[in-house]
């Protein structure tokens, strides 16, 4: 069974920086693609950035310059660095993985339907 848990969210002033990990249990994350998402109440949840299991790596536009996503396999760890923070960037963050795939193509990276396995979010503030 694939578990999985998010950390670092918290309460941020424009501009700073947080760094959200997501630990994995149940399967090796090199070898999968994963993502993060994330949803500010009311509104869809949107991708943010997703990383196939070759480390290709993919933004949305308004992230991008500012967010790095990344995986320790060390730890088995999926990692999101996140600098420059806007107030827009609030929300409830969630890890997102798959195992039916390998590479995902472009135009599906960011959506929640290509993603099997979630874990519970974490909770980003970021107050101007």
């Known amino acids: 069974q694939v578990i999985l848990v998010e950390s670092g969210g918290g309460s941020v002033q424009a501009g700073g920086s947080l760094r959200l990990s997501c630990g994995a249990t149940g399967f090796t994350v090199s070898r999968l693609c994963m993502g993060w998402f994330r949803q500010i109440s009311g509104k869809e949840r949107e991708g943010v950035a997703t990383i196939a299991s070759g480390g290709e790596t993919s933004y949305v536009d308004s992230v991008k310059g500012r967010f790095t996503i990344s995986k320790d396999n060390s730890k088995n760890t999926l990692n999101l660095q996140m600098d420059s923070l806007e107030p827009e960037d609030t929300g409830v963050y969630y890890c997102?993985?798959?195992?039916?795939?390998?590479?995902?193509?472009?135009?599906?990276?960011?959506?929640?339907?290509?993603?099997?396995?979630w874990g519970r979010g974490t909770e980003v503030t970021v107050s101007s």
């Open positions: 997102a993985a798959t195992e039916k795939y390998t590479w995902i193509p472009p135009t599906f990276r960011f959506s929640a339907a290509t993603y099997d396995s």
